[in-house]
């Protein structure tokens, strides 16, 4: 792809918090943000959605929005997407500015919904055909994406059925199969995996793993801890409608107490003969069952299995717990989160 | 990816009018496409008014055609003939005013769609959207009242108009329909759910009998002769006669042409300051 491109950000008056203007020139390869917003605000009505946000995505790479329902995720990729206008805040999608030519930012990126935005009367291959013409390609160059897009997404064979008949997974391609038919350098996904079967989630993470080695730009969000560690370069946490925290998966991890490990007793006695021989991080009477720090690693399960078996006591079961998303809230908003 | 660039240019001028246009018609497309594959709403709009022409033809025709005195025109006084001259006017209306029906809720419909959603963030014309329901609504609303027109003349509809009669009755028609339409888009658009969309236009079915076109209005009770005058379907249905039937048509044409324009130009202004609005979110 041959890109000639001159991205002017105007910015008339640089006061604080204004965007960074950016220069991106053919053959030079600088850090250029696809993405950007500062101070992004919404409110519906009384209740405050998103209470100031910054957010930076630099061309090529793949931010993840993590937050349990109701932080705003969906709002925020609204805003972005032109689909609602903010009450305050900059945005810069591909260096345009939404604010004053919306259609511009529109004709740069892709969004694909959280709810299915397929129309379900027409075919798998209307539908694209549909999205083809909308962006005026030849009918020739249209056809020829809409069965390239088609195989790709292994819909082919379904291609002349009613959207409507689609499984929930199939019409998920579909959805973000019509979103590539434009070709768009930033694209929005929104909860692209909720709701999928394990299988079809792994084919999503690998189609959007292939987006980005071609170079798109992605911004997603997810509810899944494992999603963000799988596919971000970066990760900005989402709590109540502002950032809690922002970095690599490893930075993100790095802040989040490590697993446990829970071990379950038949009797008080047990429990209490175990207690006195380990350290454990939590105790509890009723459930009997002890709660010790550690990773789960097979030396420390083994190690820990020894002890006890040299104190004679008889352990009912033992469970392994890795962090999830309900830990880094814990970890970063001190509340409990979803 | 070689045809990104092509999309591009393409797009350089996309807020241009000939860019809405080649929207409009790809959203005509999509809609005809819809109608075409489920035709159960089409069938529904146009069975109805069918009912009533046969319905007031048959079982009403021979008492109400009695009782027309000297309404029509010499050759058609009295009997079951002379009433599904007089009726065959407002069936046609009736047909105009059910489809209008049928496009509120097809309106109201396609807004649930999460497709509207996803148009909303593509460099897509905003009023394509709406144009396209509109010019899909008239296609399916003519070939609804060629359909009644044929039964009507089946069961006795005799119209002598020349010409230019005829092309005035169809324009008259045509004026009707996006009048009708562009009021039911608003209507459809406005409605909070698509059973709402359904019963809101009910009062344009309603209203051809609370006029002139199936009892003269000078047989009517003061009250409602009143109102029955001063409605805007009785011009329209005196209008239709004249141009079909040879009656006296009067300053009806007029008046047609000003209520016609009058609600579609405010219903289409409503219509996109409905669309336009921010969407509620989901």
Not at chain 1, 238 to 254: F, M, Q, Y
Not at chain 2, 170 to 195: N, Q, R
Request: proline share 5%.
């Amino acid at each position: 792809m041959e890109l000639t491109q001159h991205v002017e950000v105007r910015d008339p008056a640089p006061e604080r918090g204004s965007v960074t203007t950016v220069t991106a020139t053919t053959g030079t390869t600088t850090a250029v943000a696809a993405i950007s917003a500062r101070g992004l605000r919404k409110s519906f009505g009384e209740k405050t959605v998103l209470d100031g946000i910054d957010l930076t995505v630099p061309q090529g790479t793949i931010l993840a929005l993590l937050g349990p329902n109701g932080a705003g995720k969906t709002t925020a990729v609204h805003l972005l997407t032109t689909y609602l206008r903010p009450d305050a805040g900059e945005i810069r999608i591909a260096g345009q500015d939404p604010a004053k030519n919306p259609q511009a930012v529109r004709r740069a990126i892709g969004v694909t919904g959280q709810f299915s935005a397929v129309d379900g009367y027409l075919t798998g291959r209307e539908n694209l055909m549909l999205m083809a013409d909308l962006h005026l390609l030849p009918k020739k160059v249209g056809r020829r994406r809409a069965e390239e897009l088609l195989e790709r997404f292994e819909l082919a064979e379904a291609g002349d059925k009613p959207a409507l008949t689609y499984s929930g997974g199939m019409k998920r391609k579909l959805d973000l199969a019509m979103t590539l038919v434009g070709g768009p350098k930033v694209i929005f996904l929104d909860e692209p995996t909720t709701g999928l079967d394990p299988r079809s989630r792994r084919t999503m993470w690998d189609i959007i793993r292939g987006l980005v080695a071609e170079g798109t730009t992605i911004l997603l969000t997810t509810q899944y801890l494992d999603e963000a560690d799988q596919l971000a370069h970066r990760v900005a946490v989402l709590d109540g409608g502002r950032i809690v925290a922002e970095g690599t998966p490893a930075e993100l991890k790095a802040r989040i107490p490590g697993g446990h490990i829970e071990l379950a007793f038949a009797d008080r006695a047990e429990l209490a003969a175990a207690a006195t021989v380990l350290s454990p991080a939590g105790r509890d009477d009723d459930a009997l069952t002890l709660q010790l720090a550690g990773d789960g690693s097979v030396s420390t399960l083994r190690a820990l299995l020894k002890r006890l078996d040299d104190a004679n006591v008889d352990v009912e079961s033992l469970t392994v717990h890795t962090p999830d998303l309900d830990d880094v809230f814990f970890a970063l908003t001190g509340t409990k989160g979803a | 990816m070689s045809t990104m660039t092509m999309a591009d240019n393409a797009f350089d001028t996309a807020d241009s009018r000939s860019h809405a246009l080649v929207h409009a018609r790809i959203m005509l497309r999509r809609n005809l496409r819809h109608m075409q594959r489920y035709p159960s709403l089409t069938l529904m709009v146009t069975l109805m008014p069918l009912v009533f022409l046969l319905l007031f033809v048959y079982i009403f025709g021979g008492t109400l055609g009695s009782g027309l005195g000297g309404v029509m025109p010499a050759g058609l006084h009295g009997g079951r003939s002379a009433y599904a001259n007089y009726v065959a006017p407002a069936i046609i209306v009736m047909a105009v005013a059910a489809a209008a029906q049928g496009t509120a809720i097809a309106v109201a419909q396609d807004m649930t769609e999460g497709i509207i959603a996803r148009f909303r963030t593509m460099a897509v014309a905003r009023s394509s959207v709406l144009t396209g329901h509109v010019a899909g609504a008239t296609i399916q609303t003519m070939a609804g009242v060629v359909v009644v027109t044929a039964v009507a003349i089946a069961v006795g509809f005799r119209p002598h108009a020349n010409v230019a009669e005829w092309l005035a009755a169809v324009g008259v028609v045509l004026l009707l329909t996006f009048a009708v339409t562009w009021l039911c888009v608003g209507l459809g658009l406005s409605a909070k759910s698509v059973e709402t969309a359904s019963n809101s236009p009910m009062f344009l079915i309603l209203l051809p009998f609370l006029g002139s076109g199936f009892v003269p209005t000078n047989s009517l009770p003061v009250g409602i002769r009143w109102f029955a005058e001063y409605q805007p379907f009785t011009p329209v249905n005196e209008t239709l006669r004249g141009l079909l039937t040879g009656t006296k048509i009067g300053d009806n044409l007029i008046i047609t042409i000003a209520w016609c324009v009058g609600t579609a130009v405010l219903s289409y202004v409503w219509s996109r300051r409905l669309y336009e609005r921010e969407p509620k979110p989901r």
